[in-house]
């Protein structure tokens, strides 16, 4: 007798903050493929096909995740639509490049406004739609860079670094019933990534920078990294959290000598 594949996200109500692009893309296209309901909340609509193909189980809110009012229109649409979420993955999130001299405060606010505090709006505004449901999961897409730095990067690798420590606050307060957890990828073949490096003079040299920082020698893609948030997302990680996960290539994990 055939074995029917057991889709873990059925009917499950799953939010993505920056879900048109990128890592929230991946995931999205891996929640709906496991028979999940996604609703992206993004300042861009995902792809016209994408959204047809996905009709009754793709939603697209337009949001800024920056916006108190822009979140809770949103978090309205989306229970409208399907009732009580399940399930938040805050993958918005811009990069800009500069030292602590070199930001204006207006830069300053923008980066942590959308990095970090959109990643505290979403989850102030889905945790109680999570609550009437009985149970959820908050997972943010931080970065190595809230470990590691690189030149030019003060209020990015801040806004990285303080979503770890917003993390183990969601997952202490909201514990047992909700669980939280961060991801942390290295370099990923994603259209942020394309953006930063077509600022170079460069980009050929770049990105072979970019591979040769991972002992795998390679830069990862979007859908390594929706195999580990839909894997944290499901029952089958029902014992973790308060914990961040790093999906890096082995980035720094050697501090010295060379591969090559
Ligand atoms: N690509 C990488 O190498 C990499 C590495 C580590 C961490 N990350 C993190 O992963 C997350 C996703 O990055 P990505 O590479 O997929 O980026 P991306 O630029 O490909 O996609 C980001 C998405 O966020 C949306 N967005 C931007 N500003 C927004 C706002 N104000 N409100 C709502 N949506 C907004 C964009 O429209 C886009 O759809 C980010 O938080 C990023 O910091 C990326």
New binding site residues.
């Given amino acids: 007798m055939k074995r029917q594949k057991m889709k873990r996200f059925e009917n499950q109500v799953i939010v993505i903050?920056?879900?048109?692009?990128?890592?929230?893309?991946?995931a999205a296209e891996q929640f709906l493929a496991e028979g999940g309901k996604v609703s992206?909340?993004?300042?861009?609509a995902?792809e016209d096909e994408e959204l047809a193909r996905y009709s009754n189980r793709l939603l697209w809110v337009k949001?800024?995740?920056?916006?108190e009012k822009?979140i809770q229109h949103a978090v309205e649409t989306t229970e409208k639509q399907w009732g009580n979420i399940q399930i938040l993955v805050?993958?918005?999130?811009?990069?800009r490049y500069s030292t602590v001299t070199e930001t204006s405060e207006e830069e300053w606010d923008f980066v942590m406004?959308?990095?970090l505090k959109?990643s505290f709006l979403a989850a102030k505004h889905c945790i109680p739609s999570m609550q009437r449901h009985g149970n959820g999961v908050v997972i943010l897409?931080?970065?190595?860079?809230a470990f590691y730095s690189q030149d030019k990067v003060a209020p990015?690798v801040a806004?990285?670094s303080g979503?770890i420590g917003l993390m183990r606050s969601i997952a202490v307060d909201y514990a047992p019933n909700i669980r939280c957890v961060a991801?942390?990828?290295?370099?990923?073949?994603?259209?942020?990534?394309?953006?930063?490096i077509n600022l170079s003079p460069d980009p050929a040299i770049v990105l072979k920078e970019?591979e040769d920082m991972h002992l795998v020698q390679r830069?990862?893609e979007?859908e390594e990294?929706s195999k580990l948030i839909c894997f944290l997302a499901s029952s089958e990680a029902s014992f973790i959290t308060g914990q961040y996960f790093r999906i890096?290539g082995g980035l720094g994990v050697m501090i010295a000598g060379s591969k090559k």
């Fill in positions: 903050t920056g879900g048109s692009k990128g890592i929230g893309w991946a992206i909340w993004d300042i861009h995902p949001c800024d995740v920056s916006k822009d805050c993958s918005a999130g811009i990069q406004g959308i990095n959109g897409i931080s970065s190595v860079q990015y806004s990285k979503q991801v942390c990828p290295g370099t990923i073949n994603t259209p942020m990534l394309r953006d930063a970019c830069i990862g979007a990294v890096d």
